[in-house]
C-alpha cells in the first residue's frame, strides 16, 4: 500500500515509525518523492540531500531494529533553512559571499533534533542573511506561495514555510528577527513559532542582529509546535545568552480547556491599516475561543508606531557589525587578485553581499557613526525598553494577546520590491514582539476570497509559550475547519 | 530638507568597507533618506530617564569553569578558508608602500 506519510503530521509518523508500521526509509523516500513532484513549482528547497537523507533514514531504522528508542521525532523529515550550520551539505544564507561554505560542526538546535530521530532532507531558501519578507532578496531563487505561484510564501523563512504547507517535509526550522518565522507561515497556512529570546540555543544559526534573532519551528499542527519546542529548548552552554530556566514538557499545555482565559486585543494593531478580510478572520478565531470560554478584554500598546523605526535601527546596527566578519580571510569567496588586505576586504564585501544586505549595512554603519550614534541607536534602545513596558502592563489584564500576523495576505512577487521601506512596513504586528523579547505563535485562521491564508497571531508573556500553546490548540480543535493542501501543489 | 547627501554616501561606504557605483550611490540616498525620515519619528519621544534596553535578558556575566576542551583540527579550520599555506590563513600585504 503506498500511503502517502509527506501529507502526515511529525507526531503521526512517529508513532508510525515507532511501531513498527512503516520505516524511517519508506517515509523519507515518500518525502523525496514529493520534493522530485513539486519543487519545481514551490522552489522551496536550495539543496536536497537525496542520499544522505536515505542514509540517516537507513540508520534510524538500524537502531530501532536493534532495539534502540530512537527518540521523539523517530523518522520524521526536517528540513532546515540555510541559515543554521550543518556538517552536511552548505551552509550559505542564500548569500554570494557564503557560496560553497561548509560549516565544520552542526548548530545545536540541529543536534538535538538529530539526537531526537530526525532525518534532515536538505537546506530551505531564505532572504539572503535572513533579511527580506518574501525569499526576493535570496541569491539563488525566489520560493512561490504554494496557494498560488504568483505571491510570495513571505521572509524571511519563506522556503521553510513553503516546504511545511506543500508538504515537502514534516517540520522545517527558520530563525526570526522580526516575524520571519511568523509572517511565512502566515502567508502560506501552516503554525510558526518564534519562543521567548533565549528558550532556544542560537549556536549554529549565522547571526543578523543578536538582540532579536530566535529560531523556532514550522509544524503543519500545533501538537507538533510542541513536541519540536520540547527538543530544542533549553540552557546551552555554547550560547551565553540562553536562558537557564527549566523547560516544561509542552506537549502538557495541549488541552481546550481555555474557560476564563483573558484574551487581550490591543486596539493598535486594529486600525484602517489593517485589511477587512485578515480583521474578519482575526475575530472569527477570537469569537470560536470566546464560545469555549475564553473572555476579551481591550488593550493598549502605546509605541506600536515606533516599532518600525525602533527595529530597523536596530537589526542594520547589528547586522553591520555581524556582518563584518565576512571579510574573505577564513571563510567567504574572496575577490580573486586584490593587492592589499583593505582592497580584499572591500573587494570580497562588494562583490559578495546582496542589494538588500548591502543597505542594511549602510543603514547599520551610518545609525552607529560618530555623531549619529546617539541620536539613533540610543535613542531607539530607549524607546525599545518603553515597548517592552507597553507589553508588560498589558499583560497585567491579559493571558495572551492576539493579532493578525500581517496587515494583508501574501502579495504578489515584485509587488514591494521596488520600495524597501514599503516592504519594511509589512511586520508591523511581528517587529514588537521580537523587540520586547517574548514569545508569538502564527497559525492559519482562514483563507480569504482570493484562496490565500490568513494568519492569528497569539502573543505570550516571557517563558509563557503554554499558554499561547494552549490557545492555539483549542482554536485549532473547535474553529472546524482544515486547511487542506494548497492549491497549486494538489 | 535632504538628511543623507553622496557625500554621506560615499562616507559611510568607506566605513563598511563597499566600494559603490554612481548609481547605487544615487540611489541610496534616496532611499537612507526615505528610512531614516521615518526613525526620525522616534524624536517626538520624550525618553529623558529611561533606561536603553541593550538586552532582553535580565543576566550580567556568565563565566564557566576555564577547562580545556576539544577544538577544531588545524586542517577543518582551515577547509573554508580562501587561501592558507596548510598551517595559516594568507591574506594579501597589509599595507600598500606603493613603490613595489
Avoid at chain 1, 475564553?294 to 557589525?321: G, K, M, N, Q, W
Avoid at chain 2, 576542551?69 to 596548510?86: F, H, Q, V, Y
Wanted: aromatic share 8%.
Amino acid at each position: 500500500m503506498s500511503e502517502k506519510w509527506y501529507q502526515k503530521t511529525a507526531h503521526e509518523i512517529r508513532d508510525a515509525v515507532r511501531g513498527g508500521k512503516v520505516s524511517a526509509l519508506e517515509v523519507t523516500e515518500s518525502h523525496l518523492g514529493r520534493i522530485a513532484e513539486v519543487d519545481s513549482k514551490v522552489k522551496a528547497y536550495v539543496d536536497v540531500w537525496n542520499d544522505a537523507a536515505r542514509a540517516q533514514a537507513q540508520a534510524v531504522d538500524a537502531r530501532i531494529k536493534a532495539g534502540e528508542d530512537v527518540g521523539p521525532l523517530a523518522g520524521v523529515p526536517i528540513g532546515l533553512k540555510d541559515v543554521f550550520c550543518t556538517k552536511l551539505g552548505t551552509t550559505t544564507c542564500c548569500s554570494k559571499i557564503l557560496k560553497g561554505y561548509r560549516s565544520p560542526f552542526d548548530g545545536t538546535a540541529v543536534e538535538r533534533l538529530a539526537n531526537a530521530g530526525a532525518v534532515f532532507l536538505g537546506k530551505l531558501n531564505m532572504d539572503e542573511f535572513a533579511m527580506g519578507s518574501s525569499t526576493e532578496n535570496s541569491s539563488i531563487h525566489t520560493t512561490r506561495n504554494p496557494w498560488n505561484l504568483d505571491c510570495v510564501p513571505g521572509g524571511s523563512s519563506g522556503g521553510s514555510a513553503a516546504a511545511v504547507a506543500a508538504d515537502e517535509c514534516a517540520i522545517a526550522l527558520g530563525s526570526d528577527t522580526g516575524g520571519s518565522i511568523r509572517q511565512p507561515a502566515a502567508c502560506v497556512g501552516c503554525v510558526g513559532l518564534k519562543p521567548t529570546y533565549g528558550r532556544i540555543s542560537r549556536y549554529g544559526l549565522v547571526a543578523f542582529a543578536s538582540s532579536l534573532d530566535q529560531i523556532g519551528p514550522f509544524t503543519k499542527d500545533v501538537e507538533d509546535c510542541a513536541i519540536a519546542l520540547n527538543i530544542m529548548c533549553g540552557r546551552d552552554p555554547k550560547d551565553s545568552t540562553s536562558a537557564n530556566l527549566p523547560v516544561p514538557d509542552f506537549t502538557k499545555a495541549l488541552t481546550t480547556d481555555v474557560a476564563g482565559l483573558r484574551i487581550g486585543l490591543p486596539k493598535e494593531y486594529f486600525t484602517d491599516a489593517l485589511n477587512a478580510e485578515m480583521r474578519d478572520k482575526v475575530m472569527a478565531a477570537v469569537a470560536v475561543l470566546e464560545k469555549e470560554g475564553a473572555r476579551v478584554v481591550e488593550v493598549t500598546l502605546p509605541h506600536t508606531d515606533y516599532a518600525i523605526a525602533v527595529y530597523y535601527i536596530i537589526c542594520t546596527a547589528e547586522a553591520s557589525s555581524n556582518l563584518a566578519r565576512f571579510d574573505g580571510v577564513r571563510y567567504a569567496t574572496r575577490a580573486a587578485d586584490a593587492k592589499t588586505t583593505m582592497d580584499m576586504y572591500t573587494r570580497t564585501k562588494t562583490d559578495g553581499y546582496g542589494p538588500e544586505v548591502r543597505r542594511r549595512i549602510m543603514l547599520g554603519t551610518y545609525v552607529l557613526s560618530s555623531g549619529y550614534y546617539d541620536a539613533y541607536y540610543l535613542k531607539a534602545q530607549k524607546v525599545r525598553s518603553l515597548i517592552r513596558r507597553d507589553f508588560t502592563e498589558a499583560f497585567e489584564k491579559c493571558d495572551v494577546i492576539l493579532t493578525p500576523t500581517s496587515p494583508t495576505p501574501a502579495f504578489k512577487i515584485g509587488e514591494k520590491a521596488a520600495n524597501p521601506l514599503d516592504m519594511y512596513l509589512s511586520d508591523i504586528y511581528t517587529i514588537s514582539v521580537n523587540l520586547a523579547g517574548i514569545p508569538g505563535l502564527s497559525m492559519p485562521c482562514g483563507l480569504t476570497a482570493s484562496g490565500l491564508p490568513a494568519g492569528l497571531q497569539i502573543i505570550g508573556k516571557p517563558f509563557d509559550e503554554e499558554t499561547i500553546l494552549r490557545t492555539a490548540y483549542a482554536y485549532e480543535q473547535k474553529r472546524g475547519f482544515e486547511m487542506g493542501t494548497p492549491t497549486a501543489v494538489k | 530638507m535632504a538628511r543623507i547627501t553622496k557625500t554621506d554616501v560615499e562616507y559611510v561606504a568607506g566605513l563598511a568597507q563597499l566600494t559603490l557605483d554612481e548609481a547605487t550611490k544615487e540611489k541610496l540616498v534616496g532611499e537612507m533618506d526615505d528610512i531614516l525620515g521615518h526613525m526620525d519619528k522616534l524624536n517626538e519621544l520624550n525618553t529623558d530617564g529611561i533606561e536603553p534596553m541593550m538586552h532582553v535578558l535580565e543576566m550580567t556575566n556568565v563565566f564557566r569553569e576555564d577547562v580545556v576542551e576539544p577544538s577544531l583540527d588545524r586542517e577543518i579550520a582551515l577547509m573554508n578558508a580562501p587561501k592558507t599555506d596548510g598551517e595559516y590563513f594568507l591574506v594579501p600585504k597589509i599595507l600598500d608602500l606603493g613603490d613595489e
